[in-house]
Structure formats: C-alpha cells, structure tokens
C-alpha cells in the first residue's frame, strides 16, 4: 500500500466552481501534513500546512482527520490560475523528508 | 525562501556513464534532500544528504548508485552511477531548516535527466 494515495483525477472544472482534493496516509504516526503545488515542469512549493483543527488561507482550506488518516483541500471560486497539480505531502520516518502523493491535476477553464 | 539552484538544468547522457547533480542554496540550511520524479509520478526521496557524513539513503536506493556529498552547509551533490535509460528521471534537491522559515521545504529547480 503506498503510504500517500490521492484522486488521480484530472479534474476540470469552470472559472467559479468549488472543487475539493482528497487523501489518504497509511502511517498513523505521521505528525506534519501539507499541500503543495507543482506546475508542469516546475518544482513544488508549499501551498499550505494542514492542521488537526483545520485552517483556511483566502479561497483554500484545508482539513485533517487523523482517527481516519484523511486530508482535504478545497478552493472556492477557482480561479485560471489555480490549474496545475496539487500534491498531497505527509512528513516521513525520515526526519523532516516528506512522502508524496501522486498528485490530483486540476485544470480550471473559462 | 531560499534561492535554490541546480546543475545542469537538464542532460542527454549515455548508458553506462555517470552524472554529477550539483545543488546551492544562497543560505545555509539544516538540512538537505534528494527526491527523483519519474515521468507520470510523483515525488520519492532518494536520501537525505548529510552534512560532513555518510547519506542516509531510503529502502531501494544504495550509495553506489547514487553517491551523495554535502560537504558544507549550502551544497550538495547527486551522482546517478552507470545510467540506464530507468534512471531518466528529474533529480530534485530540497532544503529544510532555513533561519527564520519554519515547517517549509523548498526545492530546486531540478535536473531533468534522459538516459539514452
């Protein structure tokens, strides 16, 4: 089982439309959870931290169940330039490195 | 952030030869990372690259394919050993641990890596 699994999608959706990612972990110790975002042929960065209570920055929020292992990311009012992939991020056994879902490609169109 | 660099960008190389990844961050930082992405895949950590030490490498990847030198706080290197056309891939080197940025990795550009 891989320890990071996500939609696969691809998931299209209007200019407008709200739209929600999810994920799953299989390491019931993991304590640190994020989202980044990867552009075609650029590097990730960090979107947002997850955090047990929950927490929203502008249009996206994110949420964490641990008793369920189980992260969310939702955007409101999607914006174009909210098209690109969306990888879920658990921190690993290794210190600080990071597992990484395959990714859910979102394309927002007009 | 950081400021992250990474050479070469990209290459074509032959199997059964060797290319060096070099990684420079314009701060130190604690600590540094390799992952490879393969084509339609996500992200997987190759080791993480030890200041003054031995890498510590993850299940599937050894030393000898994958030599890894952090000689001081702001560069690191990836050597992928006797390429085959498997190890075409993009090498990405991360930092954690920046002064003042808590909780965030960044990552380099990448090299993207095709093995004829």
């Known amino acids: 089982r891989k320890e990071v699994e996500q939609d696969p999608g691809p998931f299209n959706v209007p200019e407008g439309a709200t739209v929600a990612f999810n994920c799953t972990y299989s390491?019931?110790?993991?304590?640190?959870f994020f989202w980044y975002r990867q552009d075609c042929r650029k590097e990730p960065k960090l979107l947002m931290s997850?955090?047990?209570s929950g927490n929203e920055d502008g249009r996206f929020t994110a949420q964490l169940n641990r008793a369920s292992q189980y992260i969310s990311l939702l955007i409101r009012d999607s914006k174009l330039s909210d098209s690109a992939t969306y990888l879920c991020v658990v921190e690993g056994d290794s210190g600080y490195a990071l597992n990484f879902g395959k990714g859910t490609s979102l394309l927002v169109t007009p | 952030s950081a400021v992250i660099s990474q050479k070469p960008s990209r290459d074509i190389c032959q199997r059964g030869t060797s290319l060096t990844i070099q990684c420079q961050v314009d701060s130190q930082v604690t600590m540094m990372f390799w992952y490879r992405q393969q084509p339609g895949q996500s992200l997987t950590l190759i080791a993480t690259?030890?200041?003054?030490?031995?890498?510590?490498?993850e299940s599937g990847f050894v030393i000898d394919k994958f030599p890894i030198s952090r000689p001081n706080l702001t560069f690191s290197t990836l050597t992928v050993s006797n390429m085959s056309p498997e190890d075409s891939s993009i090498y990405l080197c991360?930092?954690?641990?920046?002064?003042?940025?808590?909780?965030?990795?960044?990552f380099g550009p990448g090299t993207r890596l095709t093995v004829l």
């Open positions: 991360s930092v954690f641990g920046l002064a003042g940025v808590y909780g965030e990795q960044f």
């Open positions: 997850v955090y047990s």
């Open positions: 390491n019931s110790a993991s304590q640190s």
């Open positions: 690259a030890n200041q003054g030490s031995e890498a510590t490498y």
